[in-house]
Structures are given as structure tokens and as C-alpha cells.
């Protein structure tokens, strides 16, 4: 296993610059989750570390060797796709020897067998491996994938949006069992998506890409509880944070004078440049807190029951604002509701650039 | 507006049944989610209603008159289908006006009604747009409008945000229930995500190869699922299942997961009611969400000691594997509450929120606690 750097990496393909300078340090043995929407150049990303592409500037390491003239099999990482690209008239086992057959790997018989079995142990395939592989499900088949990748014992796993072709239920469990699966193996694992519950789910760190650049990089819970800046903001969590906006005066951000008031720091206003007043104000679903004594008053727009809550759609003045209250609080359509907000969790942001006003951690990357 | 009724109607090729005796009410104004997984004969039922595919026997009725006999034209339903369909040469406006160009209906009339629909779906800025410049909700939203500016009995739809992203698919929901409320059609309307079925429905009829596995409202499904299927298809992370079996204690009843690999103490009346239901007290399915998963740091009267496993940090809450024995629950806790891997708390089941099944059948034993 392995420690992965990439150095002030750009990428263009003609006029297009899909990686603008960008760095990762991924630590030996983490989980890291790159999050974007499509087109932000996580594949990109995955594509020259695994050595199918080269960088037009900018460094990759690979346990601290740089691996810029290597090519993608002495890189010695592991793949995996969306689509499982296996051999359908291969069973489950052949499917598995294959990359240990090759000529430039000298890997006894012995070897090959213990290799096959640990690895269909893991991932719980073991009564697949006489099977021909057009006869498996999704779920199997992507097991297996995961599988051929787990034989090889790679420096590094690269994953490209593994689950995105399986059903909702599947993800739910297999997001489980590959988050298992890496901690078992203790493996780096570099993981592609644009879904946040996956990236949040699993990641020991994210990172968010957006248009080639790398917005913020954090835990889960640094990048949830402290958004760099809306685009984060609002990519990360569902319901998509609340953002609402106003102008500061007299120490309050005014979103709707009269009806839509909320105190704010000194602190914030001092980093907005000089004769800027307007900020975004950013406040999650949980955090807008309806019920007796809220001090602000909101017409109910829509209710919409999830299950274990339900998330309240707010009508105040123009302004629609979501909030998450209990499954069995009763809330009617159309009727007027007072509510607050969690003080403690709110985030200003500046209006034009979008940028977080309160302090953001950084996450050190390592050194 | 009208009500749709469906009796015993079934669809079959050969041997095999797309639908099954399948019995719905749809009232008046109400929306209404056929929900379940593909190939399970939800988009045939909302096809067979809306005329466009024959049914084998049984009866369909809209404002209480059978429609077999109707051609799809002469029902008039409206059909809003996943891939929107707009007549690309056509502004958003005239898409949107074009099931009114074969009416007799004035210039003035159909200007307004365009104008008014257009408002309401919030796309008045884009009328003069061809679908080419719109984006993906709103080419939908283009979609809708001219499903609506007939003002049509009933409005049926195929997966109308299946094909959009997760953010845009968030707000649609919201706005197309909002619509709902204010025109009041009748609405049916087929989707696969669950999330989708208990957001937007006024009732959720469920359906599982071909055959109707319940209909209710969503906190009816959510909380009282009729069988398995339903518990573990409606509601995210699933609902965790494993199977049991309830033993008589002193003043309790010992519920035992897996093969003994949990011992939880249970109200009384639970060995009772199974015993009343003739039901074995080996062939349970003990099935819980993760939120009826409760859990303590410290040693409590009642909770079982457990290791946590893997932590799912969510966001507002975090969802925690729990080892109970060999069986892993999962737990819905406070962000943060659970800290590490390998860290042992504290944990019972809720029995509020613990449903008791047919381990052989998967139906659900009715006892509520």
C-alpha cells in the first residue's frame, strides 16, 4: 500500500483545461473520496494516476516515486469501473486468475489459488466461482469486479463510481461493504463520485472538485458543518443548504426586512471588502427549527414526509427555506408556522464570491 | 376532476401475469405513487389507464363509467412521460399551447391559459425559448404545462424526474406537489424511488411482480408495512431484518436474534399477541429501522452492550453498524454520538418501532406494541 501525491497537475485537452493545478496528498492506507459533478474532472484525475493519461504539467508520486514515465501496468494500481468490464464466458474463478496470468507476473499455482479463495472469501463470492459471470446480478458481478482488483494486491485502488449503475439498495449495502473491505485490507483507496451520501458515508477525507479545481479538501464533517463556499454548500447534504440572501445593517443580516432578520458577528462583516454589505446567509434543513417561540414566522409551502422526519418547505416574503421537523409533528399545508434558527450553525458567506466569511479548517495536507 | 377506479384487472403474456388482480381506488384530487421496483407492472397500470395498452380482464373506471371501450384520445388523461417529448421547432410557449390549437378555444383564451400554467410551473421568462436553450427541468416544466393547460380528468406520470439530476430531482419534487395543490388534478403517478412515493404521495399503492403488496398513506407504509418487501423497499438506510424467535421470561419476553446472538427483553404482551396469531415462536422475522435502533454510551437498564463497526457520518446524523452477536444492525444516532470503530455502547430495539414478521411467508404479524 501506498501514499499517492499529485503536484500541481494541469490538464487540457485543446482549448480545455479540464485539471487546473491541481495537488492531493492521499495517505497510505486512507479512504479518499473525490466529489464533483459530472464534467468536474474526477475521471481526469483517476485516468493519470493509473497512468492511461499524461499530464501536461505538474507531478504524481506513488509511495513517494515519481511515476511520470512508468507506465500504467509498473504502476502497479487497481482499477475499477462503473461498468464491470469482465469476461462473460469466463466463470467467477477464471475471471479472478486472469490478471495474475500474465507473463510478467511469475506467480506460482499455489499462490494463484490462495489469492483467489482469500479474496472471494472477503467479499463473500465464494459460492460464485464456478459460475459463468453473464449469470450473475449487478451486486455479484461488481463483487467480482472488486474481486480481480483485490488479487492483484495493488499500491493503490482507484475506483470510478463503482456502484452508480446498481439499484438504490444495493449502493446502500454495498457502500458498507467496500467501506469494510478497505479497513479489512487497510488499502489507500482513491474513490470517484457525484453522489455526497456516498462520498460522506465512506470517506475518511473528501475532496470537492468543481470545474477542474479542487474546492476544499476535509473530513465529512469539516466539509458539511463548514462549507468553503456555496458551491460546497449546497453540492454536499440534502436537502440543499438553505441559502438566503440580505445585506448587513446594524449587525443584522437583513433578508427580508421586518420578517427576515438574523443577528450576525462583527467578525463577518470585516472580511467583506470595503462598501460591500451583501452576504448569503446558510443554514441547514435541522438547523431551522419550526415550532412555539421561534420568533420568526413562515407559511408553509409544502410537507414532505421522509420517513423518520419531514422536511417543511417555509414561504417568508419570496424567500423559500426547507426545514426538517419530527415525522409525527402535524403541519398543515398553507398554515402559518413560527420557527428559529440554530444560531450556533449558521454560515454567512460573501454575496459575490461565494466565499465562506467564518473561519474554515483547512485540512494540512500532511506536510 | 374525477376518481379512477381499477377492479380486478389483469394483464398477462402467455403464463407469466404483468398485473394481478389488482384492486385500486384512486378519489378525486388525490395524488397517488405507484411505487416498486422495475418490471414490477406499475408503468402497465398507468398505461392501461391511460388507454394505451389493453388489459385481459377486469374493469376501469374514471368518474364511475368504464373506459375500455374508450380510445386513450377520448379519456381524457393527461401523460407526462421520463423523457419529455417537446416538438423541438416549437417555443416553450407554443408547446405548451399546442394541445389547445386543435380546440375551439379563443386566441385570448389560450393565451391566458398558456400564460397562467406557465406562472405556476415558473417558467413565464422562458415562453419564447425553443426546448434546444432549456435546460433539463425546464424542458420537464415545458412538459407539464402542456399536460395541464388541458386542464384534463386526470394527469398520469412515468418517472417525470427520473432522468434528472439529484439536486434538480429535489426541487421538482417539491414544486410538482405544489402544483398538485393548487389544480387539484387527479393525480397517478409511477416512480420507483421511494424517496420520491412518501415526499410527494397523498396515498402509495406498492406493487411487486404484478401483484399490489399495499396501499396506504406514507406514514401508514412507513410505519405499519403490511410484508417484508414493503418494509425493506420503502425507507433509507433499509429497515434491518433478521430472523428470531421469543422464548417466555419472568414479566418479559425474551426476543432472540439471529442464533441466540442477542438476548433483549420485550414487554409481556408480545409473547401473547404471537401466541393469539397461532404464530411459531421460532419462524419471526424481527425486522426494526435504523432510527428504532436505540442506542446509550453508558450501561443502561434494558440496552445489551455492542461493538460499533462501521460509522456513516451523514451530515445531521450519522448511521452506526452495530455488532449484536454474529448479526450487524444499523443504528441512525446524533452526529457523532457513536466515536470510533471497535468502541462499545449500549443498545435495545424500541419496541414502538420493532415489527414482528412470518419468517416462512415475509407478512407481517400486525402486532403493535
Known amino acids: ?367 | 376532476m374525477s376518481g379512477i377506479t381499477l377492479k380486478n384487472v389483469e394483464k398477462y403474456f402467455g403464463e407469466n401475469y404483468i398485473i394481478r388482480k389488482l384492486n385500486l381506488e384512486i378519489r378525486d384530487r388525490e395524488f397517488l405513487v405507484l411505487l416498486g421496483p422495475s418490471g414490477c407492472g406499475k408503468t402497465t397500470t398507468l398505461r392501461a389507464i391511460a388507454g394505451l395498452e389493453d388489459i385481459d380482464s377486469g374493469e376501469i373506471l374514471i368518474d364511475g363509467k368504464p373506459v375500455q371501450s374508450r380510445q386513450a384520445a377520448d379519456r381524457d388523461i393527461a401523460f407526462v412521460f421520463q423523457l419529455f417529448a417537446l416538438y423541438p421547432h416549437l417555443t416553450a410557449y407554443e408547446n405548451i399551447a399546442f394541445p389547445l390549437r386543435a380546440t375551439q378555444e379563443s386566441r385570448g383564451v389560450v393565451d391566458q391559459r398558456v400564460r397562467e400554467v406557465a406562472k405556476a410551473l415558473r417558467i413565464g421568462n422562458l415562453l419564447d425559448k425553443r426546448p434546444s436553450a432549456l435546460s433539463g427541468g425546464d424542458m420537464q416544466r415545458v412538459a407539464i404545462g402542456r399536460a395541464l393547460v388541458r386542464r384534463p380528468k386526470a394527469l398520469l406520470m412515468d418517472e417525470p424526474i427520473g432522468a434528472l439530476d439529484a439536486k434538480l430531482r429535489e426541487e421538482m419534487r417539491a414544486e410538482l406537489k405544489h402544483i398538485h395543490l393548487q389544480n387539484e388534478a387527479t393525480t397517478v403517478y409511477v416512480t420507483h424511488d421511494q424517496v420520491e412515493a412518501m415526499a410527494m404521495a397523498d396515498k402509495i399503492a406498492i406493487m411487486n411482480e404484478g401483484v399490489l403488496q399495499q396501499v396506504g398513506s406514507p406514514s401508514d407504509v412507513y410505519q405499519y408495512p403490511a410484508n417484508l418487501f414493503v418494509g425493506q423497499f420503502v425507507g433509507s438506510p433499509i429497515m434491518n431484518v433478521v430472523s428470531g424467535a421469543i422464548r417466555p421470561g419472568d414479566g418479559y419476553t425474551q426476543v432472540m436474534l439471529g442464533e441466540d446472538d442477542a438476548l433483549l427483553r420485550f414487554p409481556n404482551e408480545l409473547y401473547h399477541k404471537v401466541v393469539e396469531h397461532r404464530h411459531a415462536e421460532d419462524e419471526l422475522a424481527v425486522g426494526v429501522r435504523p432510527e428504532g435502533v436505540l442506542v446509550a454510551r453508558q450501561a443502561t437498564d434494558g440496552y445489551i452492550p455492542v461493538e460499533a463497526h462501521i460509522i456513516e457520518p451523514l451530515g445531521p446524523y450519522d448511521i452506526v453498524d452495530l455488532k449484536f452477536g454474529k448479526q450487524l444492525l444499523r443504528s441512525r444516532t446524533a452526529s457523532g454520538y457513536v466515536e470510533k470503530a471497535g468502541d462499545v455502547v449500549w443498545a435495545r430495539l424500541d419496541e414502538k418501532q420493532t415489527h414482528f414478521f412470518n419468517n416462512r411467508t415475509g407478512e407481517s404479524l400486525q402486532i403493535r406494541l
Open chain 1, 1 to 367: 500500500m501506498a501514499r499517492v501525491e499529485l503536484r500541481n497537475i494541469t490538464k487540457k485537452f485543446r482549448r480545455h483545461t479540464a485539471l487546473n493545478d491541481l495537488s492531493l496528498d492521499i495517505g497510505d492506507g486512507e479512504f479518499f473520496v473525490l466529489l464533483g459533478p459530472t464534467g468536474a474532472g474526477k475521471t481526469t484525475t483517476l485516468r493519470l494516476i493509473a497512468g492511461l493519461d499524461a499530464p501536461d504539467a505538474g507531478s504524481i508520486l506513488i509511495g513517494g516515486g515519481d511515476v511520470g514515465k512508468w507506465s500504467a501496468a509498473e504502476r502497479d494500481v487497481a482499477l475499477v469501473f462503473q461498468y464491470y468490464s469482465l469476461y462473460p464466458h469466463y466463470t467467477v474463478r477464471e475471471n479472478l486468475e486472469f490478471p495474475l496470468k500474465s507473463k510478467h507476473r511469475r506467480i506460482s499455482a499455489d499462490e494463484v489459488a490462495g489469492r483467489v479463495a482469500r479474496a472471494a472469501k472477503t467479499l463473500r463470492i465464494e459460492h460464485l466461482l464456478e459460475r459463468k459471470t453473464d449469470r450473475l446480478s449487478g451486486g455479484e458481478m461488481q463483487r467480482v469486479s472488486i474481486g480481480r482488483a483485490i488479487v492483484r494486491q495493488p499500491r493503490v485502488f482507484l475506483m470510478d463510481e463503482p456502484l452508480s449503475n446498481l439499484d438504490a439498495k444495493l449502493r446502500e449495502i454495498l457502500r458498507a461493504e467496500l467501506k469494510d473491505l478497505q479497513m479489512k485490507l487497510g488499502a489507500t483507496f482513491l474513490y470517484v463520485t457525484h453522489d455526497q451520501v456516498e462520498a460522506m458515508s465512506m470517506g475518511d477525507k473528501v475532496g470537492v472538485l468543481n470545474h477542474g479545481r479542487i474546492v476544499q479538501i476535509g473530513t465529512p464533517h469539516q466539509i458539511y458543518n463548514r462549507p468553503r463556499d456555496t458551491f460546497v454548500a449546497t453540492f454536499v447534504g440534502s436537502p440543499a443548504m438553505n441559502l438566503l440572501s440580505g445585506v448587513i445593517r446594524d449587525g443584522r443580516v437583513m433578508v427580508a426586512p421586518g420578517k427576515l432578520e438574523i443577528p450576525v458577528e462583527a467578525a463577518v462583516a470585516t472580511r467583506l471588502p470595503q462598501g460591500v454589505d451583501r452576504v448569503t446567509l446558510g443554514v441547514r434543513s435541522e438547523d431551522v427549527m419550526v415550532g412555539p417561540g421561534g420568533g420568526l414566522e413562515g407559511r408553509v409551502y409544502g410537507v414532505e414526509n421522509h420517513g423518520v422526519e419531514k422536511i417543511v418547505t417555509l414561504k417568508v416574503d419570496d424567500h423559500l427555506l426547507k426545514a426538517t421537523v419530527p415525522a409525527r409533528m402535524a403541519i398543515a399545508v398553507d398554515s402559518t408556522v413560527p420557527f428559529t434558527f440554530n444560531p450556533r450553525k449558521l454560515q454567512f458567506f460573501a454575496a459575490q464570491t461565494g466565499v465562506n466569511l467564518g473561519p474554515v479548517k483547512e485540512e494540512v495536507n500532511h506536510g
